[in-house]
Nanobody, 124 residues
Framework: QVQLVESGGGSVQAGGSLRLSCVVS????????MGWFRQAPGKEREGVALIHTADGSAYYADSAKGRFTIARDNAKSTMYLQMNRLKPEDTGMYYC?????????????????WGQGTQVTVSS
């Protein structure tokens, strides 16, 4: 069974930065779609950024473009999300996911395996 463990969340003021990490085990990390998703209280889970670990191709939600950077280290089976210029609306639980089953790459329903999440809180 695939295991994903997120870390790096925390509380920051608007304009600050955080770097999230997702360590993956029991999975062919070197060739897979892997993504970051978030869920704010009372809202649906949404895609933030996605990367294909074989070639590093990256995709971003409009809300993340220009502020967030997704990256991976195949040797460490770890994916990262560098988040800069954070805004209060970025607040939420951030999850990493893999095992894409088809469909839109940033659609949470397209992924089978999930981590437990790491909380990000941005205050104004």
């Amino acid at each position: 069974q695939v295991q994903l463990v997120e870390s790096g969340g925390g509380s920051v003021q608007a304009g600050g930065s955080l770097r999230l990490s997702c360590v993956v085990s029991r999975y062919a990390f070197s060739s897979a779609y892997m993504g970051w998703f978030r869920q704010a209280p009372g809202k649906e889970r949404e895609g933030v950024a996605l990367i294909h670990t074989a070639d590093g191709s990256a995709y971003y939600a409009d809300s993340a473009k220009g502020r967030f950077t997704i990256a991976r280290d195949n040797a460490k089976s770890t994916m990262y999300l560098q988040m800069n210029r954070l805004k209060p609306e970025d607040t939420g639980m951030y999850y990493c996911a893999t095992e894409w089953t088809g469909g839109h790459l940033l659609n949470p329903e397209a992924y089978r395996s999930w981590g437990q999440g790491t909380q990000v809180t941005v205050s104004s």
